[in-house]
């Protein structure tokens, strides 16, 4: 219980603010999980409701709950859940229809640690890691070829079938909130531009050398921890990404 005459001059809405997310961060509470009525929490930390609402406001606003009236009170989960955003769409115009996508497999397989992705991902230097490569294909063929790498420690089990077949058919970020209970808060993108390698154009059956959109993307999870790598590689020569923020 929270004391309001302890000697702690932390304000008390900000002490049960920093306890609901801990509560969150240690998976008491799991994505969309309802927590208790407010009333609830003033009850049993002997608080004002004016305070209770203030630390779930606070909490609201940092992504870590969201509210639905009438309802309650929810822990957040991937916030791609909620918005209409994907990583991948793509138009030829603003008043296009968004192309159909399908995601092939390429592989899914355990990597020695590279050390610039192991320092972005904040691992220790000799830490492991899953490489899973996929494609994206659109009507006229393979337009995007992504690289993710992940840490094993933390996605054990990746490389099973059954989640090799997942990966054709639900995006890899809900997987892993489903399966691991890693939610995405935020993401990270860097975007340049790079003629194509070898590789890329075997992959996107292209010249080497055509010119492609990069985009480098960290993904992370709850208490700023990032939990992907992401590289990608996009022909927008017939169709363009597209953000909606």
């Excluded at 995601?103 to 050390?115: A, M």
């Excluded at 691992?123 to 995007?144: A, E, Q, T, V, Y």
């Excluded at 808060?185 to 080497?208: M, R, W």
């Excluded at 959109?213 to 700023?224: A, N, P, Q, R």
Aim: charged share 30%; with cysteine.
């Amino acid at each position: 219980m929270l004391n309001r005459k302890s000697d702690n001059p932390t304000p008390v809405y900000f002490r049960l603010q920093s306890t609901i997310k801990d509560k969150i961060e240690s998976g008491h509470w799991k994505p969309g999980d309802m927590i208790p009525p407010e009333r609830i929490f003033a009850e049993e930390h002997k608080l004002s409701i004016g305070t209770v609402k203030k630390a779930i406001s606070n909490l609201v606003n940092e992504g870590f709950l969201y509210r639905i009236q009438g309802k309650g009170t929810f822990v957040t989960g991937t916030y791609l859940r909620k918005d209409k955003l994907r990583y991948y769409r793509c138009f030829s115009s603003f008043d296009d229809n968004e192309g159909d996508m399908n995601i092939k497999l390429l592989e899914i397989e355990k990597t020695k640690p590279i050390p610039a992705i192991n320092r972005l991902l904040k691992l220790h230097p000799k830490s492991d890691l899953f490489k899973i490569s996929r494609l994206m294909n659109f009507s006229k063929g393979p337009r995007i070829f992504s690289t993710s790498y992940l840490p094993q420690k933390q996605f054990k089990d990746l490389d099973t079938p059954l989640f090799r077949t997942k990966i054709e058919k639900i995006a890899l970020y809900s997987i892993l909130e489903e399966s691991y209970g890693v939610p995405t808060i935020y993401n990270q993108e860097l975007i340049g531009a790079e003629g194509a390698d070898n590789e890329t154009a075997d992959h996107l059956k292209i010249p080497i050398g055509t010119p492609l959109v990069t985009i480098e993307m960290l993904s992370f999870t709850y208490k700023d921890r990032p939990y992907e790598y992401r590289i990608s590689y996009c022909n927008t020569s017939e169709r363009k990404l597209f953000r909606e923020y």
